[in-house]
C-alpha cells in the first residue's frame, strides 16, 4: 500500500518525512531484518542505517509515495551484507589460531525453531529470503518481487526450491509450517 495513505509526504522536508517514517514503520521494519539476520541488534542496525539514507537523500527522491518500498529494499539489501559479512568473519575465524571473535548468542528457543533457523541457512540467499517474507511477515508475492527486486516468477520457483529443500531437511516439522 502506498505510503501516501497514511503519511503526507509529497511537499515535506527531510526532516519531517523521515520522522513521521520513522514512527509508523521503524518496528515492522526491525522485525524484517530480524528474520534475516536473526539478531536484534544488527537489525536495528540495518533500519537505522536505511533511514539515515533515505534522510541524506530525501531531495533526490522522485516519487515521495514510494519511501517505504524503497526502505524496504534498503533493509533487505544491508540485512543481506550483514550476512555476507558474517560468511566472511566466521571464515576467518576458523583459519584463526586461537579462535577468538567466535561468540555464541543466546537461541531464539526451542529445538523446532532452531532446527527450523539451521535449515534456513541452509538455502541459497533468495529462496531464504523469500521464505522468511511469505511465511514470516506473510507478504503478498506482489510485496515480495518488489522488496527483492525480483518478478513474481521468480518468487514462486525460489519459493517452490526452498520449501522442497525445506521438507527434504525438515520432513514433517515442515509440512507443519508450510
Keep these: 500500500m502506498p505510503v501516501a495513505e497514511h503519511l503526507s509526504l509529497r511537499g515535506a522536508d527531510a526532516d519531517a518525512a523521515v520522522e513521521q517514517l520513522y514512527a509508523a514503520h521503524w518496528r515492522q521494519l526491525v522485525r524484517l531484518s530480524v528474520l534475516l539476520v536473526h539478531d536484534q541488534a544488527a537489525a536495528e542496525d540495518v533500519v537505522q542505517d536505511a533511514f539515515v539514507e533515505m534522510h541524506g537523500r530525501w531531495s533526490r527522491l522522485r516519487n515521495p509515495d514510494k519511501a517505504l518500498a524503497y526502505l524496504r529494499q534498503a533493509v533487505v539489501n544491508r540485512s543481506r551484507s550483514v550476512l555476507r559479512h558474517r560468511v566472511v568473519v566466521e571464515k576467518h575465524a576458523r583459519t584463526s589460531p586461537s579462535g577468538e571473535g567466535l561468540v555464541d548468542g543466546p537461541t531464539v528457543g526451542g529445538a523446532r525453531r532452531d532446527a527450523v533457523r539451521a535449515a534456513l541457512l541452509l538455502l541459497s540467499e533468495r529462496q531464504r529470503g523469500v521464505l522468511v517474507l511469505r511465511h514470516y511477515l506473510d507478504w503478498s508475492e506482489a510485496q515480495i518481487a518488489d522488496a527483492l527486486d525480483i518478478s513474481p516468477g521468480s518468487v514462486k520457483a525460489h519459493a517452490h526450491r526452498?520449501?522442497?529443500?525445506?521438507?527434504?531437511?525438515?520432513?514433517?516439522?515442515?509440512?507443519?509450517?508450510s
Aim: aromatic share 12%; no cysteine.
Design 162 to 177: 526452498g520449501s522442497a529443500a525445506l521438507r527434504e531437511l525438515l520432513g514433517d516439522w515442515w509440512e507443519d509450517e
